[in-house]
């Protein structure tokens, strides 16, 4: 749909529901936290002790309210953004715009690093789902939005959209790049786009897509240029970080060699995808989880496709076929639901199908928070879901 066609949403009309949808994830989750954190035995070598933060209290109680979701690499930005970086340890894989934020907010007094980094985290996720309800109604129209926030803040993997990594940040961010590029306003769309690529490596995706959108504006009539040159504006995020580490230590390509420490060898999507399916065969438990959370995020790009336009297709498509690119031979879809969660262009393609009722829109929020539901809560005591 063109926006030119539509009726200029605002931001703040979705502020309603993304804070019913918001709120109810968030309660789903401090009830998991407190009523489940700390039942299950930990897996060996749980809790990872690698980055050089402390681990929380492992204990079932209250506290769980806010410690249930410092886990796994979360324990690397707490560190990130209490110490900095540091060469030869591994941290130059994670980007530093998040760990920012959470050092910046977390020098307000009595706050702390955790506390901080639940607040940007949470933040962060409420401003993405005011933002797609925006951009939802742009592109789809009003009951899609509602529905878009429903089933984005329930997706099996959203838990971790409320935890201290850097996907709520990432989501916000890349929301906003095409909010502002769809609207024409290239430069705001070039700032968000490069805080999308300081936060995470996938962020440079941005720069295909925002130039797809600018050759089809261009297409109706628009100059080119300075679009495309806003697209490839986006590298300045990465590329600001790669000076910091060639200031910094001299080692100018620390965060992509960095990337080995988590031993993904390259091959083909479908090779990865096939791997994937032989082992889940074989194995069923956590290839099985991989394999459904991950299909269920195709099926709604590939229902989305056949109704938005094309920028978003090929970010998606992207979003799902760059990570099965490099896989880790023992689990190739690795932290692939989590990647999942912030394929916004999937709620989409669920709204989509609800509004057809295949399956009804109800149907859908029972599976999503049943899976949001189980997922979260083998987060939470630290299981290999990560």
């Known amino acids: 749909m063109n926006p030119a066609t539509q009726a200029d949403p605002r931001i703040r009309d979705g502020l309603r529901e993304s804070l019913w949808a918001f709120g109810g994830a968030r309660l789903l989750l401090f009830v998991i936290s407190v009523a489940g954190g700390g039942s299950l035995v930990l897996p060996p070598g749980q809790p990872p002790t690698d ?16 410690t249930a979701t410092q886990r796994q690499d979360a324990a690397w930005f707490l560190r990130i953004a209490t110490a900095g970086y540091a060469p030869g340890d591994g941290s130059a894989a994670f980007f530093p715009l998040y760990p920012l934020t959470v050092r ?8 702390g690093p955790l506390g901080a980094a639940l607040i940007v985290s949470n933040g962060a996720f409420l401003g993405a789902l005011i933002m797609v309800h925006a951009l939802t109604r742009l592109e789809l129209g009003r009951e899609a939005a509602r529905r878009t926030v429903l089933f984005g803040a329930f997706f099996p993997t959203a838990f971790f959209l409320l935890a201290p990594y850097t996907e709520p940040l990432f989501l916000l ?5 095409f909010w502002f590029a769809r609207r024409d306003r290239w430069l705001l769309a070039m700032l968000a786009g490069a805080g999308a690529a300081a936060t995470r490596n996938l962020g440079a995706l941005l720069i ?11 297409r109706r009539g628009r100059p080119l240029l300075p679009r495309v040159g806003a697209a490839f504006g986006v590298a300045l995020g990465p590329l600001c970080y790669l000076v910091f580490w060639q200031v910094r230590f001299g080692e100018f390509w620390a965060p992509l060699d960095a990337q080995r420490n988590w031993h993904r060898e390259p091959t083909s999507p479908l090779t990865a995808v096939w791997h994937a399916l032989t082992l889940t065969w074989r194995y069923q438990t956590w290839w099985l989880i991989d394999v459904i959370v991950v299909g269920i995020a195709i099926a709604g790009v590939l229902v989305a496709a056949f109704r938005v336009p094309l920028t978003y297709t090929v970010y998606a498509g992207m979003s799902v076929l760059i990570p099965l690119t490099f896989t880790y031979d023992q689990r190739p879809l690795t932290s692939m639901p989590r990647f999942m969660a912030v394929v916004f262009p999937a709620w989409w393609g669920f709204a989509i199908a609800a509004e057809r009722r295949r399956p009804p829109e109800a149907a859908f929020l029972v599976a999503f928070a049943g899976g949001f539901a189980l997922l979260a809560y083998l987060f939470i005591n630290w299981q290999p879901f990560f």
Not at 51 to 66: I, S, T, V
Not at 173 to 177: D, L, N, Q, V, Y
């Open 208 to 218: 295909v897509a925002l130039a797809v959108e600018a050759v089809s504006q261009w």
């Open 173 to 177: 961010m890349s929301i906003s790049a």
């Open 51 to 66: 980055a050089g933060f402390p681990a929380p209290n492992l204990l079932p109680g209250w506290h769980m309210l806010f």
């Open 104 to 111: 910046l907010v977390g020098a307000l007094p009595g706050i």
